[in-house]
């Protein structure tokens, strides 16, 4: 199975009054991590976009293990599966470095609309090799 | 069982390219609902920082069931219960208006934190109201 | 000279980790304030996207007075003028309620862009009206 | 003069509906910048604001000239000088690479504060050094 890991660093402005990472921050880590493993198979989310096919989330779970906060070095690990003819699924990690603890652990399924409407994942030009 | 309720507008600032709201915007709006619903009952959550009990979200799981975009009205409904002595359940749905019609539905865990340590949810000061 | 206003309320999310709103989230605030003023003129900043036409900042100079803070409500005045043919000013001011003390001043200065170059103010629909 | 450069790649949430980078964004980025060529000098903004000493932005002049997308890799350059005995000056580019074309330039005025007062730059630890 294959790991893509993407590397990030807390940027202060991504902390809140509780001078740790935002809830919601962790997931615009998450998807930038999706995107670059997109990218790595040739896979464009704006061109897609463009073409009228969207990438878009159906669901997201989420468990915060470890708060991450200023100055902290972490990567993003991902792999994916497939669940019928319409879900992918991503399975990711955010990993604390360099002491590789798990900060918070996620499933994110996706899926793929055109024209308002679910798409089979292998009608998505790119993913016959995801 | 009372259900507590938020206004709130989608602003183009959180439409991303897709041209609807991103995925990680909808937990600053449930996150803004529940700060809310927690200072009707007299709990702030700032305050509560600033003593040394940090509420931290543990765990979400959220369904994305219809895109808001630019212009869009939509309250967010929350509920919460307990379920054992550590944590408090938020259930909470956006619904776009005015045909409320469901765009997301969560269920977020929260616990309570002091000195790096979960604390009871009846040991927080203003939670014995809810 | 008219005066548009428009009301907010600081969200938990929007302080940094020194327990105040953090500087670009002003920006969001101001650009908030100016589409919802254009929709009451009739202008509508994504309509005019999709129609080839995008209204983009070209300069701000913004002076930060008194830092806003979780909890805190204010409004954001603006008033408009033009400066030559290709240019609108937003003079615009964030101000702590209830007491309207001056937190933020600002000018921005906006532009219409067609096929990647600027275009008279005057040809951009409903741009008549202000 | 000495330059401080980071580098910095464009993340599709960053981007608005217009597809483009959104103005507050790049607030963002100069202030990671900031923040980061601090910490080469040994100066921890958080560790100063748990210290009592904030360093807060009193005034921001920007000029975009050209905008960022999707993809995009591109650095931000950072002079400073100062300007009295209050103020910190940052002069500031963002610059898309490889063809180092200039996005946006920005000057921002810095000032230390202490129990809410004004305090002069050489009375913050570590600010001899630039």
């Known amino acids: 199975m294959e790991v ?3 590397e990030f660093e807390v940027r202060d402005y991504e902390c809140d009054l509780q001078g740790i990472v935002n809830n ?3 997931l615009n880590y998450l998807e ?5 493993f997109l990218l ?3 896979i464009d989310f704006v061109q897609l976009h463009n ?4 990438l878009v989330v159906s669901r997201i779970e989420i468990d915060y293990k470890h708060s991450l906060t200023s100055g902290d070095k972490f990567l993003v690990r991902l792999t994916t599966h497939r669940e019928g003819h319409l879900r992918m699924i991503f399975e990711q990690e955010v ?3 360099p002491e590789e603890k798990l900060a918070v652990k996620a499933k ?3 899926v793929g609309v055109k024209n308002g409407r679910p798409i089979k994942i292998d009608n ?3 993913f016959e090799k995801i």
Request: proline residues 4%; charged residues 30%.
């Open 124 to 126: 998505i030009p790119g």
């Open 32 to 36: 930038h991590t999706r995107h670059k």
């Open 108 to 110: 994110v399924i996706g």
């Open 40 to 42: 790595s198979k040739g």
């Open 95 to 97: 990993i604390k470095l």
């Open 4 to 6: 893509f890991e993407q």
């Open 51 to 54: 073409e009228g096919i969207d």
């Open 24 to 26: 919601a921050r962790y």
